[in-house]
């Protein structure tokens, strides 16, 4: 049997498709005579659009990849090639985003802009990529294959229509099978039913429906019934979607990736140009905080939420023998959440490994310094806590688990730790208020040495999320995005079946907020890259250093018993009445009011739902800043010397 799987645009670029390298992997562990191709078909899309537009760079596909992902331009933009039509609804998407519809929303869109250039690159792609989806048809169909698979995520669905069409157009014969997350519930039925060039939808994990149907095409009608989850039509050419199987994806039956088209893909594309290519490999799948508290705005695992993970020993191999064999060292795991007793298992045999990774992992933000110092050692360089928020009233409306100031400690600890935190501040949960936000944002020039957000948005509707399944939670009105409409010439019952993302009457803060919340957003990513808040610790105390631009201090020394005590009990969240009282069981007294109101004022301190934690970051070259501070200090006259402020004044230092 001769197969052929597909990626497309606007697929990431930067690393290869885990879906399908799985899907190659199992299909010759199960077929050894099967002959598979994987073809990248958005690596061709690069060379394709930079060969016509030069111009074109990587910002403008992450884009179409990433930014646009909540507003649809980058299906929109291949709705063309799907319809055959160069024109289709351009009106209509004019008037949901072009100039008239910005300057509506109060944004200009001056000539010579870069919206503007984007705008135009947009009309020129959706005028012009039937050229490229025809030209990625015939080459598949050059190949003779009788199993064309797509795998589907986010912004990669009209592509994967729009060849699949043409594929069938140039070899009816040849089978088209949909697969991957856009093609879950609902959203695979009315896929299925609406376009009758996709034969076949796999929905749930794949490797539990893909050998069956590959078995089935040999096979009569009753063949296809027993595949879970499976769309496919009857002898009365009547669309039929088998249950998804209630068993999950046991871990033993994960099987590693096969990425050798990738590498050698990137290799020769115009894409090497751009980025450093990476790996992508998976040690778990599900949620196991999920299982029991599934945040409400989460609309991922539509498949199943159930955690299951890969045993250290196969993990460990399964990535030292692909990090090996491509001789790429970044590696991206795209699990839910971190496996926690990998802290004891897997992520120690890395760092004694010494394999010089850098890996990229989900976590659950509540984790601790000890525990994030392991992660650092076995090789993991970035981190992605899920913090969302940093006010605790809100993080219960998430039911996320934690609050604003263990998310926080998290970015504390990171930065003091050299890991990059990625995360993103969102609103608009029914049940806010502005003062919710506005109490964190005056706290944001505190924050200023630690990792920003990378986005700030307003909360998106997601299919199987608890807001989208239980209307009750706030959001009973919800209909399809705009760009499905824009996209997709379907009625509107149909158009909400097959959405993921859903436009919903606002709740929680208004735009005021919501732009305030922005504008400080930004000032704390503008600052951020010459701040600095650290500390290390001397037989004399304990020294601070400060270049944050909000506080007019350089350094800072902690040097009585009470100030330490306060400052060590600090690094957990604490209520002032603990720390009064256990002021009162060492020293005798509970008065630190004084102590508190300065540090307040120096910018050390984060407060919220009643709970303090300081925000200095561990100095990681304390030996050179003690160096560094002393040479300095002798090295200059006595009156050009800068003063040692003390944490408080002369009259509470007592205290």
């Known amino acids: 049997m001769r197969i052929t799987l597909v990626n497309v645009p606007w697929s990431p670029i930067g690393f290869p498709s885990v879906a399908l390298g799985l899907l190659k992997s199992l299909t010759l562990k199960e077929f050894p005579d099967a002959e598979v191709d994987v073809i990248y078909g958005n690596l061709d899309f690069v060379d394709w659009v930079t060969s016509r537009l030069p111009e074109f760079n990587y910002e403008d596909y992450r884009y179409y990849d990433l930014e646009s992902c909540y507003i649809g331009t980058g299906d929109w933009v291949f709705s063309s090639a799907l319809y055959h039509d160069p024109k289709w609804k351009v009106p209509e998407f004019l008037e949901q985003f072009g100039p008239r519809s910005q300057a509506d929303h109060g944004q200009e869109l001056a000539h010579g802009t870069s919206e503007e250039r984007r705008m135009q690159t947009t009309l020129w792609l959706h005028e012009h990529v039937e050229e490229f989806t025809d030209e990625l048809a015939r080459r598949i169909v050059a190949g003779r294959p009788e199993v064309v698979g797509f795998t589907t995520t986010f912004q990669t669905l009209t592509a994967s229509m729009a060849v699949a069409r043409r594929v069938k157009e140039l070899a009816p014969e040849t089978l088209t099978v949909f697969g991957g997350a856009n093609c879950e519930g609902s959203m695979g039925e009315a896929l299925h039913r609406n376009f009758d060039f996709v034969d076949y939808v796999v929905r749930g994990e794949g490797e539990l429906a893909w050998p069956g149907l590959l078995r089935a095409l040999d096979g009569d ?140 992992y989900e976590m659950k933000a509540n984790m601790k310094y000890e525990q994030l110092e392991i992660i650092a050692k076995g090789g993991v360089v970035c981190v992605q806590p899920g913090i969302e928020s940093l006010n605790s009233k809100v993080l219960k409306l998430m039911d996320k688990g934690v609050s604003g100031c263990l998310n926080v400690r998290v970015l504390r600890d990171a930065e003091s730790l050299g890991l990059t935190v990625a995360w993103a501040y969102l609103y608009g949960f029914p049940g806010e208020t502005d003062e919710d936000y506005s109490q964190i944002i005056e706290q944001f020039p505190v924050l200023h040495h630690l990792e920003p957000a ?63 919340l922005r504008s400080s957003m930004n000032e704390w990513r503008d600052a951020h890259w010459h701040s600095q808040l650290s500390y290390f610790e001397t037989d004399e105390g304990i020294t601070l250093t400060n270049t944050r631009p909000g506080f007019d201090w350089d350094v800072v020394q902690l040097t009585t018993e009470v100030e330490i005590a306060l400052f060590q009990m600090l690094d957990q969240p604490r209520k002032l009445e603990y720390l009064q009282r256990e002021c ?40 050179f800043m003690q160096i560094r501070v002393g040479q300095s200090l002798a090295a200059r006259p006595e009156t050009d010397r800068p003063a040692l402020q003390p944490a408080v004044s002369a009259q509470s230092a007592a205290v």
Request: include cysteine; aromatic fraction near 12%.
């Open 221 to 360: 009608e009753a063949s296809f019934k027993a595949v879970p989850g499976l769309c496919w039509r009857d002898g009365a050419d009547t669309s039929v979607h088998n249950p998804v199987s209630k068993k999950p994806l046991p871990p033993a039956a994960m099987v590693m990736p096969h990425y050798d088209e990738y590498v050698a893909q990137f290799a020769k594309s115009r894409a090497r140009f751009w980025l450093e290519p990476r790996l992508v490999l998976e040690s778990s799948r599900g949620c196991w905080w999920g299982e029991k508290h599934h945040c409400t705005f989460c609309g991922l695992n539509g498949a199943s939420m159930m955690f299951r993970s890969k045993r250290p020993e196969q993990f460990f191999n399964d990535l030292v023998t692909l990090t090996e064999r491509h001789k790429i060292l970044d590696v991206m795991i795209v699990d839910n959440i971190l496996d926690m007793s990998y802290l004891d298992s897997l992520l120690p045999r890395l760092a004694e490994a010494d394999l010089d990774l850098r890996l990229m």
């Open 454 to 516: 990378g986005g700030d948005d307003r909360l998106a509707v997601q299919r199987f999320a608890p807001y989208f399944e239980n209307p009750s939670l706030g959001f009973d009105e919800r209909w399809a995005a705009p760009q499905y409409g824009l996209t997709y010439d379907l009625p509107e019952k149909e158009l909400f079946d097959i959405a993921y993302i859903f436009k919903a009457t606002h709740k929680g803060i208004g735009n005021e907020m919501a732009w305030t």
């Open 584 to 623: 009162t069981k060492r020293f005798g007294t509970s008065d630190i009011s004084a102590v508190i109101d300065r540090w307040m004022e120096l910018g050390l301190l984060f407060t919220d739902d009643g709970r303090l934690i300081h925000v200095v970051t561990r100095d990681r070259n304390q030996r």
